[in-house]
């Protein structure tokens, strides 16, 4: 009927054919964003005022709107992430933890008799285990001897501290440490030297 009222209807659907395609496309990139922030609503990985890590970032959210979050980093600027790449990222809730690890390692001298070493380790555990807010459980707190090095002998202090409050956590962590180092030095416990580092190693 278009054709014999001399409207050239081929020309037109095709005309709206490519509008809709080219529409279709411009949009495409809202939609995600928009299916994004819907999954994050959904899924609720975290709240406004969370500390989360997504990919290599790491701060506080700020707002989580249909498009896209706001996320302030640690140093300070404010990050804007889409929604649909955000919903793609594997999120890590700092916030919503419920204990915090404590772990480090010492490197003693490998001229350390066995004997010393076993009482320095009875030692260890015992004072680790002390602290009120370390978790008691099968395993934990966990200090072993884990190797031996080029003039090292390897020993990691493994404990978690029941404090989802990361301020909290530093303030304990603290406190424990000095006492190694108080122990270090009350049982004349040699250290290990720094392992030096070549050019060619520092290069890489």
């Known amino acids: 009927g278009a054709n014999e009222m001399g409207i050239p209807a081929l020309g037109l659907?095709?005309?709206v054919g490519i509008s809709g395609f080219a529409l279709?496309?411009?949009s495409q990139s809202t939609i995600e964003n928009l299916f994004g922030g819907l999954s994050l609503f959904a899924d609720r990985p975290f709240r406004v005022g969370d500390v989360i890590r997504f990919g290599d970032e790491l701060g506080s959210v700020e707002m989580v709107g249909t498009r896209s979050s706001r996320v302030r980093a640690l140093d300070g600027p404010l990050v804007t992430v889409p929604n649909s790449d955000?919903?793609?990222m594997k999120i890590v809730n700092l916030t919503r933890r419920n204990k915090c690890l404590f772990l480090h390692k010492m490197a003693l001298h490998i001229d350390t008799p066995a004997e010393r070493l076993d009482f320095f380790?009875?030692?260890l555990r015992v004072l680790i285990a002390a602290e009120e807010m370390v978790e008691k459980s099968k395993g934990w707190p966990r200090i072993r001897c884990i190797g031996v090095g080029i003039g090292r002998i390897d020993v990691e202090l493994r404990a978690y501290v029941l404090t989802s409050d990361y301020?909290?956590?530093l303030e304990i962590q603290e406190k424990m440490l000095l006492q190694?180092?108080?122990l270090v030095a009350r049982l004349d416990i040699k250290l290990a030297p720094p392992?030096?580092?070549t050019?060619?190693?520092a290069a890489v």
Do not use: H, Y
């Open 24 to 26: 279709a496309l411009a």
């Open 86 to 88: 955000l919903a793609k």
């Open 195 to 197: 392992i030096a580092v």
């Open 13 to 15: 659907v095709a005309g």
């Open 199 to 201: 050019s060619a190693e």
């Open 180 to 182: 190694v180092f108080e």
């Open 167 to 169: 301020t909290a956590f």
């Open 121 to 123: 380790l009875q030692r």
